[in-house]
């Protein structure tokens, strides 16, 4: 997908509509001023592994950028020790530390540079974002939740952001077949069981339980109950996906809602159906995904990962 | 104990004031709404996590004096005006009903 | 507190479990909702609801929570019973109610 129809993808999702410039940036910032030499410049440059230093005034202003290009200009014409002033870019294309995603995206996009300064309304540089910084930050946010539905499968079409691993094997295999809510949570319990001979730390093998028992008692209680629960546990990291026949879940936003729940006056007395589930699972979850819809099955997967505690 | 002693010794934030003169002679904590209308004393005190709007209904017809939603819950608006319409009082604590019960027995509410 | 401190404070008895002067909790959360209790991470926790499913084993057992006191002098069906013998949860049932248990446990020092 070219970059331009990625941004406007993500302009229709929303997604990471939660970060800013101010997210995304790293704020330890190695900048020189205009009358420090070129040849402090090369040395930072150098040193940090930094193809580009900021220029500020004494208040921390923004006033130019040196990259690598024109150090070798410098060097080529024996000016390193001119000051940065006589060589910087002083139009330099920055960003503002509450510029959305999407702008710092079209930055990228139309110039080309491998880096752009974030500065106050003032003009005070507090940070830089290279491509580096954008990956990241959309690692970091897809490690809280993300949820896929059809509006997204519109756009993104046969992408997808389940683990592939499922398709071949899984490491532990459970049919979920309750009828009320009596048998619920024996999957969990054998997959608690499973995950303890893995040698994993008790505390995210008690994670992973809660939020497939979490998950387990939503078939339970939406679905049927009936539907699979399985397990990847390799490589310090748990994956539990729990999936069902439907009748799927018609707005995941509000489900994901603390205390929002559809459940009826019964199943609130059996001491569940308080819409406490899917918030357990992503409180206690390292990456969430949910893809469901209206007269849809339900698929969740959640990743535990062990060095996280 | 009034339901203003019980306000002030808990420190808990007030959501709605009732009739703050009103005797409370009991505790109780309980999360199933039907279970506080067959055993909960009229006048007492009702610890819970449950923020839906039955649980007004609930303090209503049992003549509970204070619900104490606990463990930093709130309650939607349309709940809040409807505890204003019927003169009860909503704390919300950020304690745990465990917690909440603990102290409110140990004040001498028993 | 040993559990055996627990029975004798709240006049419980032991429905499941054994050697309760070995069992210690060190601290307390009362709830009939098991999401609710889901939702803490506190492992030496004693658990007290009202609620006597076969999800209230459920529920400490993923939480390795030690030990349930059922209150409001629930009965505590056989199965339930059977099942927290086979995760080795121990199970007590007192006739006070989940306000007074909490208090009285509380008043002696046991935190939330």
Same mark, same amino acid.
């Given at each position: 997908?070219?970059?331009?129809?990625?941004?406007?993808?993500?302009?229709?999702?929303?997604?990471? @509509?939660?970060?800013?410039?101010? %997210?995304?940036?790293?704020?330890?910032?190695?900048?020189?001023?205009?009358?420090?030499?070129?040849?402090?410049? #090369?040395?930072?440059?150098?040193?940090?592994?930094? /193809?580009?230093?900021?220029?500020?005034?004494?208040?921390?202003?923004? !006033?130019? *950028?040196?990259?690598? /290009?024109? $150090?070798?200009?410098? *060097?080529?014409?024996?000016? +390193?020790? =001119? %000051?940065? =002033?006589?060589?910087?870019?002083?139009?330099?294309?920055?960003?503002?530390?509450?510029?959305?995603?999407?702008?710092?995206? @079209?930055?990228?996009?139309?110039?080309?540079?491998?880096?752009?300064?974030?500065?106050?309304?003032?003009?005070? *540089?507090?940070?830089?974002?290279t491509d580096t910084d954008v990956l990241s930050a959309i690692i970091r946010s897809f490690y809280s939740v993300y949820v896929h539905d059809q509006r997204r499968t519109m756009t993104l079409g046969s992408f997808s952001a389940l683990s592939k691993e499922f398709e071949n094997s899984a490491d532990f295999v459970y049919g979920i077949s309750c009828t009320g809510l009596e048998n619920a949570g024996e999957g969990s319990a054998r997959l608690k069981a499973f995950l303890q001979t893995k040698g994993f730390g008790e505390s995210v093998v008690r994670r992973a339980s809660v939020c497939a028992y979490e998950a387990e008692i939503n078939v339970c209680i939406h679905a049927g109950g009936k539907g699979s629960l399985r397990a990847i546990a390799r490589n310090g990291e748990i994956i539990v996906r729990v999936e069902d026949e439907g009748p799927g879940i018609e707005n995941i936003d509000l489900a994901m809602k603390e205390g929002w729940s559809t459940a009826t006056d019964a199943i609130r007395e059996l001491g569940f159906g308080a819409g406490m589930g899917l918030a357990n699972i992503r409180r206690f979850s390292d990456h969430l995904v949910i893809i469901s819809g209206k007269d849809k099955p339900t698929k969740v997967e959640m990743i535990f990962l062990a060095d996280k505690e | 104990m009034t339901v203003h002693d019980v306000i002030e010794s808990l420190g808990a934030d007030v959501a709605v004031e009732g009739d703050t003169t009103r005797l409370v002679t009991s505790g109780y904590a309980c999360d199933l709404l039907s279970e506080v209308i067959a055993k909960a004393a009229p006048g007492s005190v009702w610890a819970t996590i449950q923020t839906h709007v039955n649980v007004i209904a609930v303090a209503a017809m049992v003549g509970i004096s204070i619900v104490i939603v606990c463990e930093g819950r709130t309650c939607e608006s349309d709940v809040v005006e409807h505890a204003a319409k019927e003169h009860l009082t909503i704390l919300y604590s950020r304690d745990s009903a465990y917690t909440v019960s603990g102290k409110l027995y140990v004040l001498g509410l028993r | 507190?040993? +559990?055996?401190?627990?029975?004798?404070?709240?006049?419980?008895?032991?429905?499941?479990?054994?050697?309760?002067?070995? &069992?210690?909790?060190?601290?307390?959360?009362?709830?009939?909702?098991? /999401?609710? !209790? +889901?939702?803490?991470?506190?492992?030496?926790?004693? *658990?007290?609801?009202?609620?006597?499913?076969?999800?209230?084993?459920?529920?400490?057992?993923?939480? =390795?929570?030690?030990?349930? +006191?059922?209150?409001?002098?629930?009965?505590?069906?056989?199965? &339930?019973?059977?099942?927290? #013998?086979?995760?080795?949860?121990?199970?007590?049932?007192?006739?006070? $109610?989940?306000?007074?248990? /909490?208090?009285?446990?509380?008043?002696?020092?046991?935190?939330g």
């Open positions: 997908m070219p970059l331009e129809q990625s941004v406007e993808a993500l302009r229709y999702l929303g997604l990471f @509509s939660n970060l800013d410039a101010s %997210s995304v940036m790293s704020t330890a910032v190695h900048a020189l001023h205009p009358e420090d030499r070129v040849a402090a410049a #090369r040395i930072l440059m150098r040193e940090k592994s930094i /193809s580009g230093v900021p220029i500020v005034d004494a208040d921390f202003r923004l !006033v130019g *950028l040196i990259s690598v /290009s024109k $150090i070798i200009e410098a *060097l080529a014409d024996g000016r +390193l020790a =001119d %000051s940065v =002033d006589s060589v910087m870019t002083r139009d330099v294309i920055s960003l503002h530390a509450h510029d959305t995603f999407e702008t710092i995206l @079209s930055c990228f996009q139309r110039f080309k540079f491998g880096r752009f300064p974030v500065v106050e309304e003032d003009g005070r *540089l507090v940070g830089m974002i | - | 507190m040993k +559990l055996t401190e627990v029975l004798e404070i709240t006049g419980a008895t032991c429905v499941a479990g054994e050697h309760l002067d070995t &069992v210690e909790v060190n601290h307390a959360f009362a709830s009939d909702l098991m /999401s609710d !209790v +889901l939702a803490m991470s506190r492992p030496d926790t004693l *658990l007290i609801t009202g609620l006597t499913t076969p999800q209230t084993i459920r529920t400490a057992q993923m939480l =390795d929570l030690p030990a349930i +006191l059922v209150v409001r002098g629930k009965d505590v069906p056989q199965d &339930v019973a059977d099942l927290a #013998r086979t995760t080795g949860i121990v199970l007590l049932a007192t006739h006070e $109610i989940m306000y007074v248990a /909490s208090g009285k446990l509380y008043a002696r020092g046991l935190s």
